[in-house]
């Protein structure tokens, strides 16, 4: 900004600028409320099938959404200009006023190339008389007003075009939601960030108590701030960031005081730059795609290059933990750390000695008691919140059978022969890797490793973070979920050991169990029709009978795990039979049978699946209190009881359309269940786990098979009145007759156990094999 710039601008281009983008902005909002209660809503009650249950379904959330981002950021471009154009129109004024006070004081400013030189004005006599004219101090003092004002100006302009263009690059395509009140709010955000990327810069030794403070506060309040964690991340830059992490947690480099007076705050530093670096991925801006780009390609490298240190992958990995990464980077990164896994390990063939902790290396993790040298911990904890990337990357091939350094053989046709085969990212990480051994300040064994790589399964196969419930907004599962759930049940079905040995992975198994149970009550029934009796939105799994058995009794021989199950199902059950009384003939309409002896049909189907389930996990719990007697039956009930706490949301499984304003992805019913027939029956479950066997308990502890058996059908049977009454449309010989058809799939679940469990960890009442 020069003299000329602005004394002559002229503000009509820039009004009406800010005229267009405040009729942008109410047509924008205009354009949101429409996708937000007219597209999005019908989209989450539409019919959805195949292709369309997840492309398009997706295609159309995104689509909604980037209307409400547009609006953001149109209201954001709208308020800097509105800001800077009456900043500058200001400036403007007071430019004027100081160059007309100078002329009346018989001065003169002359512009010249950009600057401009203040000068008494030339005066027509010379005869001595100084009185009236300017002083050097005058010229001086209007010479200092006008630069004020010219530095002033071209500060609002140029913090203006930072901040619009900061804007800008967040996102190559669609718009960001990045929100600022007004241009000063959004400058002070990027100063914040440059000041404590300034504090981590420094040499760890060097970074005081004060600064830690700084830094721990600054990120925590800014961390979800999209400009704030760009430019803090991309001020930082990779390298400096990982000598950040490491170099505090390093006694040997750090400061002292630090270790003596913050270390109980680690943790949250560890959490707050995470979520920041976390956020900042999200950013499409060219300076974060080389921040992503150089932070992968020095994961494999020590920190500190011939002086040896912690490698990259090891020290990120841990600031991966919190916040939810960028899915293309974690999907790189993952490539990366798993080529440097095969080097490291050769291709699988020995243990993980590398990532073993030694007492010399700095704790690099500060969440948990694990020391955070493994990196495939961290990171599995980051997939878990982030669904999309944790599906791709178990998927993802880890090792061909054509490798010729492939160590891993298998007899895969039982013909008694091995021979090499494919390993995918899950089956190596699930079934052959070496994790490394730690312990936590009492000497018991540490797990976090597989229980961070149970729940990135669980985020991987649901669509959804682990631990949370699906959203509205939570698309169908597709192909590469349903993909990953068959290897799951396959694998676990294939050596059950690999889940009893490592039994704490078995609540995430449950919930998977549990949000994929339309797609297995399918394959669990062998009549006809499955698809109308038992609809799917998306793409359906379709393990076999054999494998879910199997799966489901060894999934259910932990109390979490069993509780998952169990009240998934019932809950389905009851949710699909409150659906098909409201609809009817929604079941084998292609059939010659009269509506009535349709659903009848249906519904006795529908209760013979329920008993088939609840057989089998039965008899994984009723294994468990053979083998540990009382102590495990009040686990069961302890785990069943601090699942129905989540007031209803516990599994929130549905009918598998979208065609009920309660149904979501895959069939998972959202929000609270609260006065549906499935919360009334949660409710009979849990309060009955509470009590003994007498008077009006309907659901019956776990302490013997024949228990559950009474139970399920009496179950099933309430849940039939249940839902009928609450569609409003009740039949009584049908609600009559569903006991007994859940008592035969009961029956048939005890005979398949003992067949398909080979009398292998089985309660010796259903050892076939004696």
């Known amino acids: 900004m020069d003299l000329d710039a602005l004394r002559h601008a002229n503000f009509k281009l820039l009004d009406d600028a800010i005229t267009d983008w405040s009729t942008l902005v109410r047509h924008l909002n205009d354009l949101k409320t429409d996708a937000e209660n007219g597209l999005a809503k019908m989209a989450a009650k539409a019919d959805w099938a195949g292709v369309n249950a997840t492309t398009s379904r997706e295609f159309i959330d995104k689509t909604a959404k980037e209307f409400s981002d547009a609006h953001t950021q149109a209201t954001t471009i709208h308020n800097i200009l509105r800001d800077t154009c009456d900043e500058l129109k200001s400036y403007h004024k007071q430019l004027l006023q100081a160059l007309e006070r100078g002329e009346k004081n018989g001065m003169k400013v002359v512009s010249n190339k950009g600057t401009f030189v203040v000068s008494a004005r030339d005066s027509s006599s010379d005869d001595g008389n100084t009185e009236g004219k300017p002083t050097q101090a005058d010229i001086d003092a209007l010479r200092d007003e006008i630069q004020g004002i010219i530095d002033k100006a071209t500060k609002s302009d140029t913090s203006a075009k930072t901040v619009l263009q900061a804007i800008s690059d967040q996102s190559k395509l669609g718009f960001t939601d990045a929100s600022y009140k007004d241009r000063d709010t959004a400058v002070d955000v990027m100063k914040r960030a440059d000041e404590l990327a300034k504090l981590a810069r420094k040499k760890p030794e060097d970074l005081t108590v004060s600064d830690f403070d700084k830094l721990n506060a600054g990120l925590k309040k800014y961390a979800g ?210 994790w490394p051994k730690e312990s936590d300040s009492h000497g018991d064994e540490l797990n976090t490793g597989k229980n961070n790589l149970a729940l990135a399964l669980e985020a991987a196969a649901t669509g959804h973070p682990a631990g949370e419930m699906p959203t509205a907004d939570t698309p169908p599962h597709n192909a590469a979920q349903a993909r990953l759930v068959e290897s799951i049940i396959h694998s676990v079905s294939e050596d059950p050991s690999r889940l009893t040995k490592s039994s704490y992975m078995s609540d995430s198994m449950g919930q998977i169990a549990a949000e994929y149970m339309p797609d297995i009550n399918r394959q669990l029934h062998a009549g006809q029709d499955d698809k109308d009796l038992f609809p799917v939105s998306g793409s359906p799994a379709a393990p076999g009978e054999r494998d879910i058995t199997r799966f489901l009794y060894t999934v259910a021989r932990n109390p979490e795990g069993y509780a998952a199950i169990n009240l998934g199902q019932h809950s389905y059950t ?197």
């Open 225 to 434: 701030d999209e400009l704030f964690a760009k430019e803090f991340a991309t001020q930082l830059g990779p390298q400096k960031t990982l000598e950040f992490w490491a170099g505090i947690n390093d006694p040997s480099r750090a400061n002292w005081d630090l270790g003596r007076q913050r270390l109980d705050q680690f943790d949250d530093l560890q959490r707050n730059l995470g979520l920041t670096l976390a956020h900042a991925t999200q950013s499409d801006s060219s300076a974060m795609s080389e921040w992503k780009r150089k932070m992968i390609d020095i994961g494999d490298k020590p920190l500190y290059g011939d002086r040896g240190g912690p490698m990259g992958f090891q020290v990120m990995s841990n600031l991966m933990r919190t916040g939810d990464y960028d899915d293309q980077f974690l999907e790189d990164y993952g490539t990366k750390l798993m080529a440097t896994e095969r080097k490291l390990t050769d291709n699988g063939r020995h243990g993980n000695m590398a990532w073993q902790h030694l007492g010399v290396s700095p704790w690099l993790n500060r969440i948990g008691e694990d020391s955070g040298s493994d990196p495939l911990t961290g990171y599995l904890k980051g997939l878990s919140n982030s669904p999309a990337a944790a599906t791709e990357f178990f998927n993802q091939q880890y090792i061909s059978k054509d490798d010729p350094d492939n160590p891993f053989e298998r007899d895969t046709d039982g013909n008694g022969k091995k021979g090499k085969v494919s390993l995918s990212n899950f089956q190596y990480l699930f079934e052959e890797r070496e």
């Open 574 to 770: 009851t949710s699909l039979m409150e659906y098909h009384f409201k609809h009817p003939d929604a079941y084998a309409a292609d059939h010659h049978f009269d509506q009535s002896t349709r659903l009848q049909q249906g519904i006795n189907d529908i209760a013979n699946i329920a008993g088939k389930v609840e057989g089998i996990i039965g008899a994984g719990r009723a294994y468990e209190n053979e083998v540990q007697g009382a102590e495990a039956d009040a686990k069961y009930n302890a785990a069943i009881d601090a699942a129905g706490s989540w007031g209803g949301t516990i599994v929130g499984i549905g009918i598998g359309m979208a065609t009920e304003p309660m149904t979501g992805p895959g069939g998972a019913i959202i929000g609270d269940m609260a006065g549906t027939a499935a919360d009334e029956i949660i409710g009979s479950i849990t309060e009955g786990a509470h009590r003994d066997s007498s008077g009006d308990v309907i659901y019956r502890n776990g302490a013997h098979y024949d228990d559950t058996k009474e139970s399920t059908y009496t179950m099933v049977e309430e849940a039939a009145k249940k839902a009928g009454s609450r569609a409003g449309n009740r039949y009584p010989l049908i609600e009559a007759s569903v006991a007994s058809s859940a008592e035969a799939g009961f029956n048939t679940a005890r005979t398949n156990v003992g067949k398909y469990l080979e009398g292998e960890g089985v309660p010796r009442e259903l050892d076939t094999e004696g």
